[in-house]
């Protein structure tokens, strides 16, 4: 077992504080990998604040990791001593059921094992990426491309791919309009890959404050939400609606700017209930789906895109010990657009 620095909650109400963990040793397939940078994500703080059900304690999260391959398994052929590499928010799956055979390995039927806070074939439970190392099966480890910085790589493994993948499945393209609601640490990127693709994009933010950055990354077009006047502009609009935010919102008012066929889509995981008004629905014959994170072959095929089209995220990186402060920024979403930990300050 290897001994590791980390940041974990030791309860859902108390700040997160240093810790050690144990890793397990190298199998054969596993890689070792020395983290350099960890983003923080929305969902690491619904977790370790119990709102996404009950979770063991102390727990360290954190899913979108960057590093360095130090050391493989005596069957890894996949990685090599020195890779950038990168995991994101699962570290495996049964690899046997209809899902995982068809490459949908994040819809695994069995439940595939999350990065953290999730439960090990071995019965542990996961600890994720606020660490010093990570010892991960290599066909969940990813290849990070040399064009895309570590840091700015970091947050794709989440915000990059959560994105991507609702976008090439509803067919994101030329001719398409696309909406994203949201201009956080998932809308920003959203709009750059929405762009990169060919379709007319449209940023629906509660303000205009990102107005700027926005069109800068991509958008043809930006609204505030909290104009009512908006949501008359823009009724029977989209193709397409990608939902980034982690909130309760007007589901209704939403679903009435979707033009003929069109779809919502929610990737953003608010702990209470979206209500939906079914006759929103009946009207323009749309669609209200959701989107969880994109399999492994995909996620690589999003990280090659990124590096192709010269995406990434912008971020603000932090020290460990500044994590609990970036937790209170971001609830109150004073942060352009994702603080990222450097790991050199845990070591």
């Known amino acids: 077992m290897l001994t590791v620095n980390a940041y974990a909650a030791p309860s859902a109400t108390e700040p997160l504080v240093p810790i050690t963990i144990e890793r397990r040793d190298l199998g054969p397939k596993d890689v070792l990998i020395e983290i350099r940078y960890a983003g923080i994500c929305h969902s690491d703080?619904?977790?370790?604040?119990?709102?996404?059900?009950?979770?063991?304690?102390?727990?360290?999260?954190?899913?979108?990791?960057?590093?360095?391959?130090?050391?493989?398994?005596?069957?890894?052929?996949?990685?090599?001593?020195?890779?950038?590499?990168?995991?994101?928010c699962m570290v495996n799956s049964c690899r046997e059921?209809?899902?995982?055979?068809?490459?949908?390995?994040?819809?695994?039927?069995?439940?595939?094992?999350?990065?953290?806070?999730?439960?090990?074939?071995?019965?542990?439970?996961?600890?994720g990426g606020y660490s010093t190392h990570i010892v991960v099966v290599e066909d969940f480890v990813l290849r990070v491309p040399e064009s895309i910085p570590y840091e700015a790589a970091a947050p794709l493994l989440c915000a990059g791919i959560t994105t991507y993948?609702?976008?090439?499945?509803?067919?994101?393209?030329?001719?398409?309009?696309?909406?994203?609601?949201?201009?956080?640490?998932?809308?920003?990127?959203?709009?750059?890959?929405?762009?990169?693709?060919?379709?007319?994009?449209?940023?629906?933010?509660?303000?205009?404050?990102?107005?700027?950055?926005g069109l800068r990354l991509g958008a043809d077009h930006y609204f505030a939400t909290s104009d009512a006047a908006t949501f008359r502009e823009l009724r029977n609009s989209f193709d397409l609606i990608i939902n980034t935010v982690s909130a309760v919102i007007d589901m209704d008012a939403y679903l009435k700017l979707l033009r003929l066929n069109g779809t919502f889509v929610s990737v953003g995981a608010p702990p209470e209930p979206l209500p939906v008004k079914v006759f929103s629905l009946f009207d323009n014959r749309r669609s209200f789906a959701g989107s969880g994170i994109g399999s492994i072959h995909e996620t690589q095929e999003m990280l090659d895109?990124?590096?192709?089209?010269?995406?990434?995220?912008?971020?603000?990186?932090?020290?460990?010990?500044?994590?609990?402060?970036?937790?209170?920024?971001?609830?109150?979403?004073?942060?352009?657009?994702?603080?990222?930990?450097?790991?050199?300050?845990?070591?």
Not at 57 to 83: K, N, R
Not at 100 to 117: E, I, P, V
Not at 325 to 334: C, G, I, P, Q, T
């Open 45 to 88: 703080i619904h977790t370790v604040r119990g709102e996404w059900g009950e979770i063991h304690y102390p727990q360290v999260v954190g899913h979108e990791i960057v590093g360095v391959v130090a050391e493989v398994g005596s069957e890894v052929t996949l990685h090599q001593l020195g890779d950038r590499v990168g995991v994101g």
């Open 165 to 213: 993948s609702p976008l090439v499945h509803w067919n994101a393209g030329p001719g398409k309009k696309v909406a994203v609601v949201g201009m956080g640490g998932l809308g920003h990127v959203a709009v750059q890959i929405a762009h990169a693709m060919g379709a007319e994009v449209t940023v629906l933010s509660q303000t205009l404050s990102k107005q700027d950055d």
């Open 305 to 347: 895109f990124c590096a192709e089209h010269g995406i990434a995220s912008e971020v603000e990186v932090i020290a460990a010990s500044e994590i609990n402060e970036a937790y209170e920024r971001v609830l109150k979403s004073d942060v352009r657009y994702r603080f990222v930990i450097d790991i050199d300050t845990l070591r």
């Open 97 to 127: 059921c209809e899902n995982c055979l068809s490459g949908d390995d994040n819809y695994c039927l069995n439940g595939n094992t999350g990065t953290y806070a999730s439960r090990d074939k071995d019965g542990t439970v996961t600890q």
